[in-house]
């Protein structure tokens, strides 16, 4: 969709790093919070409100929270002076609330998820009043403020696709990318009851993860974006591989309270992140190469990677349950069937993916002709 915007021909430089640096920061925060907290309910047992994984989670919410509100007067104060508003920080201003504040696009989304944050944050501290701890994840305050968290990666992410044409920005979008395959992971735990017939958490995930690796494939267009996309999100579950049962069987060490005897050793949230998505990154960049040698349409290579990429999660997924938590295969037929409709959703996957990497190339300041188009 076009937009009637003025294009700066100004490259970013550093202009915009520091608030993005301090938002990642937070939205890192809450992502290593959410997983150590998942973590120590499944090793030690309920928890109440002020612990540590959760004080990380509220933490990272307000950092983020506090950088975009100074970010969104910042630039509210810019503009009432009659000086130019740089559209490398955070991107295009919008108004809001009419005019009263001029807010840079990405730091809207990021404040206002933080906002969210802490009105579910109340309603969970009144819910551990109520009721003293969490015995599951799915509680319905836990489920607004998992929604917000995601907002606020997303937030992340859109403050370093603004600045693109940056080494800093490009690292930073690949990391936005696999915090939020990592944490949707989480999310999709949301389909546990509706596991009649196919495995629907593990459709979600497919959904998901390949919805991301299009859209980082769709915003660089560049051979070998989703190959760094799947590394980013190796490495990534690699140090939350090591961190998180560290941190949960620490952290109860040094409250004086013991670990469950029939504990797996195998991190829960991490181990919900596909191990075959370099495999699956693989996939997508040949169906890529053959498009560019015989001409093919992106709407064409889109779903069909989507597609390709989700049949993959879902069937390597039960092979992973079985290396690293010795899992059964279960029933083919249950099997086969999720396949089935993980790669139809795949299709749905691939073209979502492909738009939202030009959502995200359209919040940037166009630098060159490419871009504009």
């Keep these: 969709m076009a937009m009637a915007v003025t294009a700066p021909t100004a490259r970013a430089g550093t ?41 990380f989670l509220y933490a990272g919410s307000a950092l983020t929270g506090l950088t975009a509100l100074t970010v969104v007067l910042r630039t509210t104060a810019a503009e009432r002076a009659g000086r130019e508003v740089d559209p490398a920080v955070g991107g295009r201003a919008v108004g809001v609330f009419g005019r009263t504040f001029a807010a840079p696009i990405a730091y809207l989304v990021t404040g206002t998820s933080a906002a969210t944050f802490l009105v579910y944050g109340l309603w969970d501290q ?3 009043g109520i009721y003293g701890f969490d015995a599951t994840i799915d509680s319905p305050p836990h489920i607004g403020l998992l929604l917000s968290i995601s907002t606020t990666i997303i937030g992340s992410l859109m403050t370093f696709a603004v600045a693109k044409d940056q080494p800093w920005g490009r690292a930073g979008v690949f990391l936005a990318v696999a915090m939020l395959v990592a944490f949707f992971t989480i999310t999709s735990l949301a389909f546990n009851d509706a596991n ?25 267009r560049r051979p070998g974006a989703a190959l760094l996309a799947a590394a980013t999100v190796a ?13 949960a069987h620490t952290y109860a060490d040094s409250v004086g309270l013991p670990v469950r005897d029939y504990v797996e050793g195998v991190p829960a949230m991490p181990n919900l992140i596909p191990m075959s998505l370099l495999g699956v990154a693989l996939i997508v960049e040949a169906l890529l190469f053959l498009a560019r040698r015989n001409g093919w349409s992106a709407r064409v290579v889109a779903p069909l990677s989507g597609a390709v990429g989700a049949f993959a999660i879902t069937a390597l ?7 690293t938590r010795e899992f059964s295969f279960g029933d083919f037929g249950y099997t086969a069937l999720t396949c089935a409709v993980a790669a139809l959703l795949g299709l749905l996957a691939g073209v979502l993916g492909w738009r939202f990497g030009l959502v995200l190339r359209a919040a940037a300041p166009f630098t060159t002709k490419e871009d504009a188009r």
Excluded: K, N, Y
Excluded at 25 to 30: I, K
Excluded at 196 to 220: K, P
Excluded at 317 to 323: D, K
């Design 196 to 220: 009649e017939g196919i495995q629907a958490v593990d459709i979600s995930i497919a959904f998901t993860t390949v919805t991301l690796l299009v859209t980082a494939t769709s915003f660089f």
């Design 317 to 323: 997924a039960p092979v992973q349950r079985a290396i």
């Design 15 to 55: 202009r915009g790093l520091a608030p993005a640096m301090v938002v990642l920061l937070g939205a890192l925060l809450s992502l290593f919070g959410l997983s150590w907290d998942v973590q120590w309910h499944i090793d030690v047992g309920p928890d109440t409100f002020f612990t540590l994984p959760h004080l």
């Design 126 to 128: 009144w819910w551990h």
């Design 235 to 247: 490495v990534l579950q690699a140090v939350l591989w090591v961190f998180t049962p560290w941190a």
